[in-house]
């Protein structure tokens, strides 16, 4: 099989486009504006070709391998002969820019190769260095189906929304690694963590988990700037409805500010968010150190995939640090109106404290861990329901099928001594089994004799879900309190948010005014000045 | 009304498995299955941790218990009750709507029993008259060693009894054994030890409290005997327990060890966990009043052996000052069991569900026992228990001097300075260190506890305890305790 055959034209076209590119980079070069774009690999995304080599410079070596040339290699599908294999020399770590086909005898593969691939490696290395004299930091071995599963990923990819293509991008990795048609050694923690999320799902389509997501989120229009002293580059992000029959898109561009016509140099990081807010006409605009979301991913893929308490705790601790270092780590603009002197000044005279910048990055995951050990346990089994009341408004809630028409998805929670164990879709169907199923008690009985016994069910409704993600996520910045503490009200309707058996937390949700609750809570979510 | 069990045939049996379900079903074969201990017709009584309203391992295992009330119906069991009295001041009604026990045991056959009868609660115009009409029909009084005891005629009256019991460290006994479990047949008013008013060192140094709670628990335990009994502890929660906290973990032993007679269930756990049987005060007691035998040789073994389980676990803390809580010194004095056991718990609960608290409030001395090292330049001081209340009255601490030059601070007598010659002498006045904060009781009551902090250190300062304290009002509910009290229960 030709070079030319086995992989996808366009990929290849686009590929050695970048390898060009990097080719004439020298160490030292600096952005040049030019008028070619290339695409990201496996994406239609089309970018500037430095950002490119930019993004490859610095993410390669933190996140896959920090060591010169690389070797690829295409085995035949029972693992017994090698079909191409190509050396990519690298003057950088992860700058791909020369590549090189290696005859056939130069590598030989057995089969127990794919299984101890630490062996292969070194004898490849071995190998290279006695009749090539060469030596590579690392191999990625492909199966000949992963070839072609990455070919039938790049068909049609150029029209497809970014929504699409990153349902159609999970989909092939997760493909990749549940059959075992890729390996790379050394093994980066990214690869393990993805490996060990598969795992953890059990069968369970990690794109399905988006296509849960993904409605939730409302339509929006932001650009984010990733700042560092040597190429700051733009995220534009957009979730548009083109009409309301039709289903929203996801849209996605990279860029850098010279592209939109800003020079940044002596500019403060608030008035880059205003300019490229005003360029790209985005409702608003984020300023993030790309040190800060490095160091962020990072630490997230160096987590154990069963998540113990104590890993989510630190991860949320720091989430909830990046997001109080306002100004510090992060801008925004326009500025978020609950930093506004009097505003808050205002809302104290009425009894409550807003003051973000004190927002207790410590105290509120240790709150919320230390309720949910004493109220669920330290094993449990947790039904989460997700439910859509808007599709059933004239089914009255008494009725007998209401449940079975509200309930959208549904996910089992395993917990083991404050880990999450595994998570499971349980189609509705087997939620919902015979006629006489029809109450969550009923449900739960059924569900504790199939998968042991069932500490709770939590539904949550959509709506409250895409009102609370559009006002505390999105909307974050503005006021709007009575939207606010309207969404917070519908925690306490039964048809939008309801635990089973109801739990004194649930009780004390249901009992208290919003604003009551708020001001419960508050001392606890903010701090006091006096450290 | 003393049902013996059969001292000369008892079996235990060690079981390890996968499941809790499977071990445990596999425990009941190697027993010579379920029809050895219920029979057809009969009417059971199950007796199982219910603390709170909370999950796992507080409570027992609802998966092991499932199993339980199916092989007991199987075998041919009329009718299947369980029950069992839960914290002072917490109605059975009130957990089983939190946990939706009612339904839950009824779907399996089984029935849960209002021991407190606290499902008469809520019925209108039920007057005092009538609450003591219900109690008396529902409890029998029980003189055991000159002490009365009110016990639910359910369990006397069932023809069989079983306890399942689910093993957690515990402050007093190391372990919550079968015999502890057993104890909260009777109410918790019941369970109380109660006051002494002259206390005096030999209560403390012969810990008093400890053998009075022995024989309470032994008492209650020779009125009703199990059949069976099951210490499961395929997951045991160690160093800090019995409930959860933030020191707490959850081991997976994979282990359940059951038999007929608790005394040697108890016994065998002990000797598989590493645990000095020998000098074990509960155990000892149990087989002097002839309730159980301690002899290894006279116990059939079944299952596994010991020596090839062998399991460590790592205890509660026994010293009160190595809880190591955020600005919180503790200084113990010579105490007893009874004040150990609430000053555990109410560290521990400090230390779980308070964290912003001890962070808004520096420098707390907690002054616990008889005669306890005195605090040095602490800005509260916390005098836990009759014992430090009491032996800590002409204590330094006490005393604050105020010196009436404008500007001068509050120093203590230690740092006395007197000026010499012509300069004016300072007028030193002694008033009483308001900084204080005694929390009464011996040993003190957990919730009396809360109130009084509250009230110390404001809900400002105690934002966690603050919210708490609302959570807490939804399971104590201050319109039952009462009826609690009419009941007999507290």
Same mark, same amino acid.
């Given at each position: ?531 | ?298 116990? !059939?073994? &079944? ?5 090839? #389980?062998?399991? *460590?676990? $790592?205890?509660?803390?026994? @010293? =009160? /000052? ?57 800005? !509260?001081? &916390? ?5 430090? #209340?009491?032996? *800590?009255? $002409?204590?330094?601490?006490? @005393? =604050? /001097? ?59 300062? &105690? ?15 201050? @319109? ?11």
């Amino acid at each position: 099989m030709s070079y030319r055959k086995l992989i996808n034209k366009k990929f290849q076209k686009n590929w050695l486009k970048i390898l060009k590119y990097n080719s004439n980079v020298e160490l030292g070069d600096k952005f040049k504006f030019v008028e070619e774009k290339i695409r990201i690999p496996l994406t239609p995304i089309e970018v500037n070709p430095y950002l490119l080599y930019y993004l490859f410079e610095i993410l390669y070596p933190k996140f896959i391998n920090s060591q010169q040339n690389i070797l690829d290699i295409i085995i035949s599908d029972d693992g017994k002969r090698v079909i191409k294999s190509y050396l990519y020399k690298t003057k950088k770590a992860g700058i791909h820019e020369s590549i090189e086909i290696f005859p056939h005898d130069i590598i030989k593969v057995h089969k127990k190769d794919y299984e101890d691939i630490e062996k292969f490696y070194n004898r490849i290395l071995e190998g290279l260095i006695k009749k090539k004299g060469e030596r590579v930091s690392s191999i990625r071995v492909f199966k000949e189906e992963a070839i072609n599963l990455i070919n039938q990923h790049c068909v049609g990819i150029e029209d497809l929304p970014f929504d699409a293509l990153l349902v159609k991008f999970i989909d092939l990795v997760q493909k990749l690694v549940e059959q075992d048609l890729f390996i790379i050694y050394p093994e980066p923690r990214i690869f393990l963590f993805i490996k060990d999320v598969v795992s953890f799902l059990n069968g369970y389509h990690l794109s399905s988990l988006f296509k849960i997501i993904y409605p939730l989120l409302p339509e929006f229009n932001i650009s984010i700037v990733f700042g560092s002293k040597k190429l700051q580059f733009i995220l534009h992000l957009q979730k548009k409805f083109v009409s309301k029959s039709e289903t929203p898109y996801l849209r996605l561009k990279l860029m850098v500010p010279n592209e939109i016509g800003i020079k940044i140099d002596e500019l403060d990081e608030n008035e880059i968010l205003d300019l490229v807010r005003d360029r790209l006409q985005t409702d608003n605009a984020y300023y993030i150190n790309q040190s800060d979301i490095i160091s962020f991913l990072t630490d997230l893929i160096n987590l154990s995939v069963n998540i113990k308490k104590e890993n989510l705790m630190l991860i949320m601790q720091k989430f909830l640090f990046g997001f109080r270092s306002f100004e510090k780590h992060w801008f925004l603009r326009p500025k978020p109106v609950s930093y506004n002197n009097l505003g808050r000044f205002f809302l104290r005279l009425f009894g409550f404290n807003i003051n973000l910048r004190k927002f207790s990055h410590w105290a509120i995951p240790d709150l919320i861990s230390n309720i949910f050990d004493s109220l669920f346990g330290l094993n449990s089994k947790i039904l989460v329901i997700l439910s859509d009341t808007e599709r059933c408004k004239k089914i009255n809630p008494n009725n007998y099928n209401y449940l079975e028409k509200i309930i959208d998805y549904a996910l089992l929670f395993e917990i083991e001594n404050k880990t999450l164990v595994k998570i499971q879709s349980i189609p509705k169907e087997n939620l919902i089994t015979n006629e006489d199923i029809k109450s969550l008690e009923s449900i739960r009985n059924k569900l504790s004799e199939k998968y042991g016994f069932l500490s709770s069910i939590i539904i949550i409704d959509k709506l409250l879900l895409q009102n609370f993600i559009k006002l505390f996520i999105f909307d974050h910045y503005k006021y709007a309190l009575l939207a606010k503490i309207k969404t917070l009200k519908m925690l306490k309707k039964q048809k939008f948010f309801y635990i089973f058996p109801e739990s004194p937390i649930y009780k004390l949700i249901q009992k208290r005014s919003a604003i009551s609750l708020l001001k419960l809570s508050m001392p606890i979510f903010i701090d006091k000045h006096e450290f | 009304m003393n049902d013996h069990s059969d001292l000369k045939n008892i079996e235990v049996a060690i079981v390890k498995g996968d499941t809790p379900k499977e071990t445990f079903l596999k425990g009941i074969e190697i027993l010579g299955g379920i029809s050895k201990f219920i029979e057809e017709g009969d009417q059971v009584f199950i007796k199982f941790n219910l603390c709170f309203p909370t999950g796992f391992p507080t409570n027992t295992n609802f998966d092991i218990l499932d199993s339980l009330i199916t092989s007991c119906k199987k075998a041919g069991a009329r009718k299947v009750y369980l029950g069992s009295f839960p914290f002072k001041g917490i109605s059975i009604d009130t957990i089983s709507k939190f946990l939706n026990l009612k339904e839950y045991f009824s779907n399996l056959g089984a029935e849960i029993v209002f021991l407190d009868n606290s499902d008469f609660f809520k019925k209108k115009k039920l007057k005092g008259d009538q609450l003591n009409e219900i109690r008396n029909k529902s409890f029998s009084t029980v003189t055991i060693n000159e002490k009365e005891y009110l016990f639910p005629k359910i369990i006397i009256d069932s023809d069989k009894f079983i306890i399942i019991n689910q093993v957690n460290v515990n402050p007093v006994f190391k372990l919550n054994l079968s015999l502890l479990n057993s104890y909260s047949m009777v109410s918790p008013k019941y369970q109380d030890i109660g006051s002494y008013e002259n206390l005096d060192n030999r209560y403390i140094s012969n810990d008093q409290y400890k053998q009075d709670l022995i024989s309470n628990i032994l008492n209650v335990f020779a009125i009703k005997q199990p059949k069976l009994v099951i210490n499961d502890f395929f997951y045991l929660l160690e160093r800090a327990g019995p409930y959860v906290y933030r020191d707490s973990n959850l081991k997976k032993t994979g282990v359940i060890v059951l038999g007929n007679n608790a005394l040697s269930v108890d016994l065998i756990t002990l000797k598989i966990l590493n645990i000095d049987t020998q000098n074990y005060d509960l155990i000892l007691e149990a087989n002097q009043r002839g309730l159980g035998n301690i002899d290894f040789q006279k116990i !059939n073994l &079944l299952g596994e052996k010991i020596e090839d #389980i062998n399991l *460590t676990i $790592n205890l509660c803390e026994m @010293k =009160l /000052e190595n809880i190591n809580l955020k600005n919180i010194k503790v200084n113990s004095g010579q105490l007893c069991s009874g004040c150990y056991k609430q000053a555990y718990h109410l560290l521990n609960f400090m230390k779980t569900y308070m964290t912003k608290d001890l962070k808004y409030n520096p420098n707390n001395a907690f002054l616990i026992g008889n005669s306890p090292l005195e605090p040095e330049r602490f800005k !509260n001081i &916390l005098l836990f228990g009759d014992c430090a #209340i009491k032996s *800590t009255k $002409n204590s330094n601490f006490r @005393k =604050l /001097e105020k010196m009436s030059k404008k500007n001068t601070s509050k120093k203590k007598s230690t740092k006395k300075k007197h000026k010499s010659g012509s300069q004016k002498k300072e007028k030193i006045k002694i008033i009483a260190n308001k900084n204080i904060l005694e929390l009464p009781g011996c040993p003190p009551d957990i919730l009396n506890c809360f109130e009084l902090l509250l009230q110390y250190y404001g809900k400002k300062n &105690l934002p966690n305890l603050h919210f708490f304290e609302n959570l807490l009002e939804l399971v104590v509910k201050p @319109k039952e305790k009462e009826k609690l009290r009419v009941m007999g229960v507290i």
